[in-house]
T-cell receptor
Framework: ELKVEQNPLFLSMQEGKNYTIYCNYSTTSDRLYWYRQDPGKSLESLFVLLSNGAVKQEGRLMASLDTKARLSTLHITAAVHDLSATYFCAVESTGTASKLTFGTGTRLQVTL | DGGITQSPKYLFRKEGQNVTLSCEQNLNHDAMYWYRQDPGQGLRLIYYSQIVNDFQKGDIAEGYSVSREKKESFPLTVTSAQKNPTAFYLC??????????????FGAGTRLSVL
């Protein structure tokens, strides 16, 4: 059974600081997705990582994938308040035809 | 506008009652999914469908039922057998199952509560 763990579960950081969210998973996969969820809202796709060593960047967020370590990271550079949200990673198991297993989420709060 | 429409936004269920959550998409996607989200937790897969007239159980299918009679529609029924139905329900769709970069797109969700 695929297990996906994120840490930390909650992150409070000041504006302008850098931090990294970690996503570990338990079985072989080469497809990993990052989503953002604002309170009470739906999920918005941020990044798709499809191979070992893949790196994607959008604004102050950068995601990477290490399939050998079964680890993805979401790095936040110079955080701003607008980045406050819950971030989920989701892993697609090999051969499961788009069935995603989600992590528990990291709730990010950026303070002034 | 292309997208996924879930209705209603809020739903209340009485004891012993079955309720149906609607999910419609006009993205021409083949695959559709239902997830449940409990407060402070991640999403758990209830059912998914890769093609019309076919669907598979996810990780927490007990107490739920679905149908997929049309490509655009994937309604979820929460039956009276589901003893703890209070949650946020999210519907998603994706283009073709198994395709690389097969992003799932989500609806706005239905919040179900028990009276």
């Amino acid at each position: 059974e695929l297990k996906v763990e994120q840490n930390p579960l909650f992150l409070s950081m000041q504006e302008g600081k850098n931090y990294t969210i970690y996503c570990n998973y338990s079985t072989t996969s080469d497809r990993l997705y990052w989503y953002r969820q604002d309170p009470g809202k739906s999920l918005e796709s941020l990044f798709v990582l499809l191979s070992n060593g893949a790196v994607k960047q959008e604004g102050r967020l950068m995601a990477s994938l290490d399939t050998k370590a079964r680890l993805s990271t979401l790095h936040i550079t110079a955080a701003v308040h607008d980045l406050s949200a819950t971030y989920f990673c989701a892993v697609e198991s090999t051969g499961t035809a788009s069935k995603l297993t989600f992590g528990t989420g990291t709730r990010l709060q950026v303070t002034l | 506008d292309g997208g996924i429409t879930q209705s209603p936004k809020y739903l209340f269920r009485k004891e012993g009652q079955n309720v149906t959550l609607s999910c419609e998409q006009n993205l021409n996607h083949d695959a559709m999914y239902w997830y449940r989200q409990d407060p402070g937790q991640g999403l758990r897969l209830i059912y998914y469908s890769q093609i019309v007239n076919d669907f598979q159980k996810g990780d927490i299918a007990e107490g739920y039922s679905v149908s997929r009679e049309k490509k655009e529609s994937f309604p979820l029924t929460v039956t009276s057998a589901q003893k703890n139905p209070t949650a946020f329900y999210l519907c998603a769709s994706s283009i073709i199952p198994g395709l690389a970069k097969n992003i799932q797109y989500f609806g706005a969700g239905t919040r179900l509560s028990v009276l």
